[in-house]
Nanobody, 123 residues
């Protein structure tokens, strides 16, 4: 079992930055691919970014490419999402996710999910 706890959400003005963190417990994090997703009320949850267990491979949604950066610190069992140049359309609940398979995270069906953290970008 993997437990994921997100933090770092909040309110920011358009053009600003936020850094989300996801602390994992229960298993050795380095054996899991980790990802970030987001969801707006009334819409499906959408993929944002994924990083492999070693940190050597990443993938991003086109909508955040060049603005968001996913990273991880396996010694701290934590994955991060640095969000720059935020736009009002980035407003959503952001979820951390984990799975042993990079592609399973990338396609949106990971085994483990966090509870989410709200990010609100004002115009």
């Amino acid at each position: 079992q993997v437990r994921l706890v997100e933090s770092g959400g909040g309110l920011v003005q358009a053009g600003g930055s936020l850094k989300l963190s996801c602390a994992a417990s229960g298993r050795t994090l380095s054996t899991y691919a980790m990802g970030w997703f987001r969801q707006v009320p009334g819409k499906e949850r959408e993929f944002v970014a994924v990083i492999s267990g070693s940190g050597g491979s990443t993938s991003y949604a086109d909508s955040v490419k060049g603005r968001f950066t996913i990273s991880r610190d396996n010694a701290k069992n934590t994955v991060y999402l640095q969000m720059n140049s935020l736009k009002p359309e980035d407003t959503a609940v952001y979820y951390c996710a984990a799975d042993r398979s990079f592609n399973t995270v990338r396609t949106g069906t990971p085994n483990y999910w966090g509870q989410g953290t709200q990010v609100t970008v004002s115009s």
